[in-house]
């Protein structure tokens, strides 16, 4: 099978997908815990049990996403089809999220539970086979880092958008429910239209080696776990989602209650995120050159070292300023790698197995992701409450206090160890090359 070569158009287009997810995702994990707490209303201990219910649901919704994905058969492919199902669907959930009508306290959280789960549901519908799309377009690992390098750096210009724009956008609309409300039908909406030029730039050329049609689903999950790098891959996704949600959603607290100054969020996630998207304008070389692994545990040494530096004095603002940069510069192969390399390993359970699942595997690898945000979101809101915590007031305890600078500095350093531990045995990078060739030998017979 010769490898078509991917167009700047396509990969652009593919990128937007990302964008499209981003104005939901970072939407949740920078503001819906302070929204539920401080807009609506609801405890801190509650908001963290809703988000970790939620997410770790969701993640079973991604397993018969992907087993859905696997039995698709149309005219667009098994992947592309789901993009323009569920777009406009998707759009209005995203909107009615940041909703909060007048229930009472009861009525608020059942609201915040609806909602939440239908649009992490529609989400999941479209996640999983924009994921499953980067292995289904080129089979080339190259290419695929490049498709995800594209993804990424347009999705963090989403994350960009929304942690610079949102707080000032509800203030310009009013504030308050309202603002909060006209604000998220601005993101829905183009979340919508972006979905939709991702399904008519991109198309699906992958075919597996051996047809398998129907492959029962206990055979497929009994394939998947024969899948080592899978596996290793699931753990990044979980400890990565884990620190991006944790993360994300403590900026507003560190701004607000450790440096007094709520306008700060924004630079946080300008500080965050400008580094990944330079760092992503120059990665390519480096990863072809050493690899994705090595790379990434490059980054994750370099990241650790940056959190480490805010520990000198965490309420001096320059020393924050340069932390967030050096841990954000560590985290660019993280990003531009993984979920190329989660991709990797759908040839190698081909390879290994016979059977070729794109959808179990993005949606199992999903379901690390998604279970990881939960927990991440979930911590925060725990962590608050242990702290105790209380939305809406001026100043805050010397423990809640204390509760936002662990999340803030320590958790990350914390996540990013366990990453490291992960990678070690990752030796996919070296194996791949034959995996194709003996791949390539079985199509052509």
Not at 77 to 87: D, V
Not at 365 to 387: D, H, P, Y
Request: aromatic letters at 12%.
């Amino acid at each position: 099978m010769e490898i078509e070569k991917i167009r700047f158009r396509e990969k652009l287009g593919y990128g937007f997908g990302e964008m499209a997810g981003t104005l939901h995702l970072a939407a949740i994990s920078t503001f819906l815990t302070f929204f539920y707490t401080d807009v609506v209303g609801i405890s801190a201990a509650a908001v963290g049990t809703l988000l970790l219910v939620a997410r770790v649901f969701d993640g079973f919704v991604d397993i018969g996403v992907g087993t859905l994905i696997d039995r698709t058969k149309s005219k667009h492919g098994k992947a592309r089809p789901w993009l323009l199902w569920l777009a406009i669907p998707f759009g209005i959930a995203s909107i009615l999220l940041f909703s909060a009508p007048d229930l009472g306290p009861t009525g608020a959280l059942a609201y915040a539970y609806a909602t939440y789960l239908i649009v992490n549901i529609l989400y999941s519908g479209i996640n999983i086979p924009y994921g499953v799309m980067n292995s289904l377009i080129t089979q080339d690992t190259y290419q695929r880092s490049l498709l995800n390098i594209f993804r990424m750096l347009i999705g963090i210009t989403g994350t960009l958008i929304i942690s610079t724009m949102t707080l000032p956008l509800v203030e310009a609309f009013g504030g308050g429910k309202g603002g909060w409300l006209r604000t998220f039908t601005i993101f829905g909406s183009v979340s919508m239209i972006l979905i939709f030029i991702t399904f008519r730039s991109t198309k699906e050329r992958v075919k597996p080696s051996v047809v398998n049609k129907d492959i029962p689903l206990k055979r497929s999950i009994k394939a998947l776990f024969r899948n080592k790098y899978w596996f290793m891959m699931l753990l990044v996704m979980t400890c990565y989602g884990i620190y991006g949600a944790s993360g994300a959603a403590v900026n507003v607290f560190y701004a607000q209650y450790i440096l007094h100054n709520k306008d700060l969020v924004g630079l946080f996630g300008v500080l965050s995120l400008i580094p990944i998207v330079l760092g992503l304008l120059v990665i390519s070389p480096v990863i072809k050159k050493f690899g994705k692994r090595n790379t990434m545990i490059i980054g994750l040494i370099i990241s650790i070292i940056g959190s480490s530096i805010m520990i000198i004095d965490p309420v001096n603002l320059p020393i924050v300023i340069t932390s967030l940069v050096i841990r954000s510069i560590g985290m660019v192969p993280v990003a531009a790698s993984g979920y190329a390399m989660l991709a990797d390993t759908i040839d190698y359970g081909e390879w290994k197995t016979g059977i070729r699942t794109e959808g179990l595997v993005y949606s199992a690898g999903s379901f690390g992701g998604k279970v990881g945000n939960g927990i991440g979101a979930a911590l925060v809101g725990w962590l608050l409450a242990i702290g105790g915590y209380v939305g809406g007031q001026a100043t805050i305890s010397a423990s809640a206090s204390a509760s936002i600078q662990f999340m803030f500095i320590y958790l990350p350093i914390i996540f990013n160890v366990i990453l490291l531990i992960v990678l070690i045995p990752y030796k996919l990078d070296k194996e791949y090359p034959q995996i194709i060739e003996d791949l390539k030998t079985v199509r052509c017979a």
